[in-house]
């Protein structure tokens, strides 16, 4: 059980488009979602919590109007980058806690900017 | 406010000996501690968690991990290393009272034949 999934895997675009990610719990609800960001290399950096039927609560730092956040029924979850740049390109993970014991991540979805 | 720290950017072992991967962490309060693997291309796999009913955490695929209040540290350990726990290794604290997780800044773990 606990299993997260995201689409798509990845995504080339080009920039000044937006692109939208999409994140569920394919066997449990979730009314709290999480967004995280992964450079090459690097470690996770949370980007926001994503709370079902209400507004999303970003990370300091991270542009609300750039990243727009939607939890709108307790197993989706939508991230959509806004008018993304090279900058952007990132692998972008979600996870969700389905028991209170722990996170459970989704696959990812690697977005590349051209 | 809490953060962990991960002592090695890169750990390399023999295959069939023995893996410590490092974590120290910063908590005001009793945390929760976890460790999750990240294989090439894949999603983050919880391996165990720490609460605060046992110091010793046993997890998946024969991975343990020492809870050591006095110095701070939740190291990783697992008896003989296998060429599948090749990985990127990753200690997390959640902060009191919420869902948040803070990870470190991961272990790549080698494991020669």
């Known amino acids: 059980g606990a299993v997260v999934s995201q689409h798509p895997s990845w995504v080339i675009c080009k920039s000044g488009t937006s692109v939208k990610i999409e994140c569920r719990s394919l066997d449990f609800q979730a009314t709290t979602m999480f967004w995280y960001r992964q450079f090459p290399k690097q470690s996770l950096m949370l980007m926001a919590t994503s709370n079902e039927g209400s507004k999303a609560t970003y990370e300091q730092g991270v542009e609300k109007d750039k990243f727009l956040i939607n939890h709108a029924s307790l197993t989706l979850s939508t991230l959509t980058v806004t008018s993304a740049h090279p900058e952007d390109s990132s692998f972008y993970i979600c996870?969700?806690?389905?028991?209170?014991?722990?996170?459970?991540f989704g696959p990812g979805t690697r977005l590349l900017v051209l | 406010a809490q953060s962990v720290t991960q002592l090695d950017s890169h750990v390399s072992v023999s295959e069939g000996t023995p893996v410590l991967l490092r974590c120290n962490y910063s908590s005001s309060y009793s945390p929760s501690l976890f460790w999750y693997v990240q294989h090439p291309n894949k999603g983050l796999q919880l391996l165990l968690k720490y609460t605060s009913a046992a110091t010793l955490v046993k997890g998946i695929n024969g991975f343990e991990a020492e809870f050591k209040k006095s110095e701070t540290s939740f190291h990783l350990t697992k008896p003989s290393a296998h060429m599948s726990d090749a990985a990127e290794y990753f200690c997390v604290v959640s902060p009191f009272n919420t869902d948040k997780l803070i990870f470190g800044t991961g272990t790549r773990l080698q494991v020669f034949p």
């Open positions: 996870s969700a806690n389905p028991r209170g014991w722990a996170q459970y």
